[in-house]
């Protein structure tokens, strides 16, 4: 692209260039996926879940003793 697009024209040389940067992504993302799904153990989708969860908010307890009132 650097000296203009050649005997093929500029669209087509944006094309081919379009396609093999789709190609590569496509080939790495297939690594990922493969890894990322590759041997999912109850455990560590246990430990996913888990750590997705809601929070739980509870109320702070008094450490003092309630007064008698006398």
Do not use: H, W
């Amino acid at each position: 692209m650097r000296f203009g697009g050649g005997p093929n024209g500029p669209m087509r040389l944006l094309g081919q260039y379009m396609l093999g940067s789709a190609t590569t992504f496509g080939f790495f993302m297939s690594i990922g996926s493969v890894i990322r799904t590759e041997g999912r153990s109850p455990t560590i989708t246990e430990a996913y879940l888990e750590a997705r969860r809601l929070p739980v908010i509870t109320t702070k307890q008094s450490s003092k003793k309630p007064e008698d009132g006398r």
